[in-house]
């Protein structure tokens, strides 16, 4: 049995508790004790502050009144079909979201409507002659009753919270996608979206991914001006920036995250792209990253560079490093250690020394070895650049 189906067979076994003659006495208080309880729920609930007019105070006056009609015929006859005051409570906690209310205001109205009708039905009642236990028995069928209607306004409320997340992500999965898309889209596209999603499209933004796994609720709940969406195996978020973005870092930002360069709204679908390749690059070891810290493109740009076409990247460090390639590891090992330190320290051979805790002698014979075989790459700056430009790309640096 769901908790609906024993909330309601408990309200009615409470009324069917109450003399089914008190139906008559009660039924022609309705209108008056409706009118007194929309008049105390608009006086006494600060979210209802304002006339009940146009669809909204339509819509609750016939919830009350059929609340009310709805319980005096259960007292005639427990057994009664549910009426139509099930729509129109589910509908009730559905219009609070649609409002943009918490759900406590209309909970605070259900509680003085049952306060109100209790106050009322029980002076008619006792007028009537109801003695003390039927009037106990009354007010405990009416709040069980309101707990039932209460409980139906919260099953709409979060029935259309369910539905308007759904149609939020739908809307922010649309912007995402079309935000860094390459080639790019039409601005004309991407400006729809963002009004769809009724989010304002910031002067500079940065494009950050984050694990999939994660899902985009991490990155969504740090700050309401995030748009995230999961886009090609990751999560790929919208950030304002820098404002927006150094909040999020600086604060309980989910971990893995990879922020792509900072740059105008236009400018999103490179940010993207080079994003991605921040992201390969970490997952492939080439950024020297401990742990799973945030990674930031402007900390990267020489490895960006560097490994922007990996193909490219190899053939030059294939051309480049193929006389040390050639020669036995031991050697091979040691010229590249040579090399290392060479670039360092600028060829400036006590440095060099202690930095490979050798003697200056070894050191000046080691260079000259090296010599031998890389000849003029060492010589000038085209040759050193190029020897850098190798080493990074073969993770030696």
Not at 19 to 46: H, M, Q
Not at 83 to 107: F, I, K, N, P
Not at 187 to 204: E, F, M, N, S, Y
Not at 231 to 260: F, K, M, Q, S
Request: aromatic share 4%.
């Amino acid at each position: 049995m769901s908790d609906g189906q024993r909330e309601e067979r408990e309200a009615r076994a409470r009324i069917a508790a109450l003399p089914a003659g008190l139906a008559a006495v009660l039924r022609a208080e309705l209108p008056s004790v409706a009118d007194e309880a929309i008049t105390a729920i608009r006086d006494e609930v600060d979210e209802y502050h304002r006339p009940f007019g146009g669809a909204f105070g339509r819509t609750v006056r016939q919830g009350v009144e059929l609340a009310l009609g709805e319980f005096v015929a259960l007292i005639e006859d427990p057994d009664r079909p549910a009426a139509d005051s099930t729509g129109v409570m589910v509908e009730l906690g559905r219009g609070e979201v649609r409002s943009g209310r918490a759900l406590h205001a209309l909970q605070a109205a259900y509680r003085c409507g049952a306060r109100v009708s209790w106050r009322r039905f029980a002076e008619v009642a006792g007028r009537e002659g109801a003695d003390a236990e039927t009037l106990v028995l009354l007010g405990e069928a009416i709040f069980a009753y309101v707990h039932r209607l209460s409980a139906l306004s919260v099953q709409g409320y979060a029935q259309e919270q369910a539905l308007r997340a759904g149609a939020t992500q739908r809307d922010r999965d649309r912007l995402v996608r079309l935000a860094v898309a390459d080639p790019p889209r039409d601005p004309a596209d991407v400006d729809a979206a963002a009004r769809q999603l009724g989010w304002t499209i910031p002067g500079h933004v940065a494009v950050v991914l984050a694990p999939e796994e994660d899902g985009p609720a991490g990155l969504l709940r740090t700050d309401p001006e995030v748009v995230a969406a999961i886009h090609d195996g990751a999560v790929v978020a919208l950030v304002p920036a820098p404002a927006v973005l150094e909040r999020i870092l600086g604060g309980a930002a989910p971990t893995g995250l990879v922020v792509g360069p900072v740059g105008p709204w236009t400018s999103a679908p490179r940010a993207h792209r080079v994003a991605r390749t921040l992201l390969r690059l970490r997952d492939e070891g080439r950024l020297g990253e401990d742990g799973p810290g945030t990674v930031r493109a402007e900390d990267h740009l020489v490895a960006l560079v560097v490994h922007a076409d990996p193909a490219v990247a190899d053939d030059l460090a294939d051309a480049t490093l193929a006389p040390l390639d050639a020669l036995p590891e031991g050697r091979r090992a040691r010229h590249l250690e040579t090399l290392r330190a060479w670039l360092d320290h600028r060829g400036h051979g006590p440095r060099m020394a202690e930095d490979l805790h050798l003697h200056a002698q070894t050191v000046r014979y080691r260079v000259a070895r090296l010599r031998e075989v890389l000849g003029p790459l060492l010589d000038g700056p085209d040759g050193r650049f190029r020897l850098e430009l190798a080493l990074r790309r073969r993770g030696l640096r």
